[in-house]
């Protein structure tokens, strides 16, 4: 008989014959198969709760993978792991914490520090990542001092003192507390938000496998800067925002692929040049600022792939305040090429803002970077 033949409407199905198990011979009338009107036979083809779509494999993951997983979870999520089921209850206790005050919900500032307080103390630790708002700082310090003395936060590889961009900005006179230091072995990222940098705190600074390093509103000495930068040997990205205290920077570093500063307009006391001395591994080398313009020199970075923002547009119509690149001989001025001796070869991305669209500026341009594979051309837009 053919398949198709006993799948057709005129087939009547075989008895299955009743399976020989363990000598118990089946009861008078039982055919073997499941009888789809009996409840037993319904439930016992149903899977066990919480299985379905197949067996949980996440669950019978190893505590310290599990509480990997968690700690990469943002803070809300990860404590209500715990309610899961009982397997899950001691995860989050376990896995380094995580506590990211951004994520958390809070109704003011006062419910936020509540929050935090009852987490480092519930937590045993170590930590993993601890983010707070940078005005804590001011309005809290003996608090937050508190909090980064906690046993939650030993061992911790990343710290953030984030600014709210929709504050007005203002740099704290007073320095973040002694204790924002004692992770100096452990850290691999680092952001300073809205404070102040003393010479006494940063000279003695060293971070080993600081890998990420932000300043954002941050006062601080050109001296301390070059020290800061310096006592931390593998260093990969530096971020620089609003920087007060310094008008020079020089890049030495052995490790460093991305650098990215940003000035704050309407103050004198701020970064103009950045010179780019021994930068064997940089990559990107990025100005996100609009109106002023920045002098950059670039002298050893064999691996510069990514440049911008070059600009013609200034906060004040002086010549000056254009932005400036120099490679070598090779001089830019604003969207202008000064003087062209010698091209560069090895960007491969460019980016540049432009007041009025010109063909002519941008086919010069290229002729500066004859291996470009992408320019991004932004145009000013004038609100009348």
């Given at each position: 008989m053919t398949d198709m033949e006993a799948s057709g409407p005129g087939f009547k199905k075989r008895k299955l014959a009743a399976p020989k198990t363990l000598g118990v011979s089946p009861a008078p009338g039982d055919t073997g198969a499941a009888d789809p009107k009996s409840p037993r036979s319904a439930h016992d083809q149903q899977p066990p709760p919480g299985t379905e779509g197949g067996p949980d494999r996440i669950s019978n993951l190893a505590d310290a993978i599990l509480g990997e997983i968690v700690s990469l979870l943002p803070t809300k999520q990860a404590v209500r792991t715990q309610i899961l089921s009982p397997r899950w209850r001691h995860i989050w206790s376990t896995a380094p914490l995580n506590l990211d005050c951004e994520s958390l919900p809070a109704a003011d500032d006062d419910v936020l520090a509540g929050i935090i307080t009852r987490t480092v103390s519930a937590h045993p630790g170590p930590g993993r990542r601890f983010c707070v708002p940078s005005g804590f700082l001011r309005d809290r310090a003996a608090a937050v001092d508190a909090w980064l003395?906690?046993?939650?936060?030993?061992?911790?590889?990343?710290?953030?003192?984030?600014?709210?961009?929709?504050?007005?900005?203002?740099?704290?006179?007073?320095?973040?507390?002694?204790?924002?230091?004692?992770?100096?072995?452990?850290?691999?990222?680092?952001?300073?938000?809205?404070?102040?940098?003393?010479?006494?705190?940063?000279?003695?600074?060293?971070?080993?496998?600081?890998?990420?390093?932000?300043?954002?509103?941050?006062?601080?000495?050109?001296?301390?800067?070059?020290?800061?930068?310096?006592?931390?040997?593998?260093?990969?990205?530096?971020?620089?925002?609003?920087?007060?205290?310094?008008?020079?920077?020089?890049?030495?570093?052995?490790?460093?692929?991305?650098?990215?500063?940003?000035?704050?307009?309407?103050?004198?006391?701020?970064?103009?040049?950045?010179?780019?001395?021994?930068?064997?591994?940089?990559?990107?080398?990025?100005?996100?600022?609009?109106?002023?313009?920045?002098?950059?020199?670039v002298v050893s970075a064999p691996k510069l792939e990514t440049l911008g923002r070059?600009?013609?547009?200034?906060?004040?119509?002086?010549?000056?305040?254009?932005?400036?690149?120099?490679?070598?001989?090779?001089?830019?001025?604003?969207?202008?090429?000064?003087?062209?001796?010698?091209?560069?070869?090895?960007?491969?991305?460019?980016?540049?803002?432009?007041?009025?669209?010109?063909?002519?500026?941008?086919?010069?341009?290229?002729?500066?970077?004859?291996?470009?594979?992408?320019?991004?051309?932004?145009?000013?837009?004038?609100?009348?």
């Open positions: 003395r906690s046993p939650a936060l030993d061992k911790l590889q990343e710290l953030e003192f984030w600014f709210k961009p929709y504050y007005r900005p203002q740099t704290l006179q007073q320095p973040p507390p002694s204790s924002t230091f004692r992770f100096w072995a452990t850290l691999r990222v680092l952001t300073i938000g809205n404070c102040n940098l003393p010479d006494s705190t940063v000279q003695r600074l060293h971070f080993p496998l600081l890998k990420q390093l932000g300043l954002e509103l941050v006062s601080i000495s050109e001296s301390s800067l070059h020290a800061l930068v310096a006592g931390c040997p593998a260093l990969d990205c530096l971020l620089i925002k609003h920087g007060f205290g310094f008008r020079s920077l020089r890049i030495n570093s052995l490790t460093l692929r991305i650098v990215c500063v940003k000035n704050y307009r309407m103050c004198s006391d701020q970064l103009k040049e950045l010179i780019v001395e021994n930068a064997p591994c940089l990559q990107s080398l990025l100005h996100l600022d609009f109106d002023y313009g920045l002098h950059v020199s070059l600009t013609d547009a200034v906060y004040i119509s002086k010549q000056d305040d254009l932005s400036r690149l120099v490679f070598g001989s090779t001089v830019i001025q604003g969207l202008r090429v000064d003087t062209l001796t010698t091209v560069v070869s090895t960007v491969k991305s460019l980016a540049i803002r432009m007041k009025t669209l010109s063909l002519d500026m941008v086919i010069e341009l290229m002729r500066c970077f004859p291996c470009l594979e992408k320019m991004y051309i932004q145009v000013m837009v004038l609100h009348l």
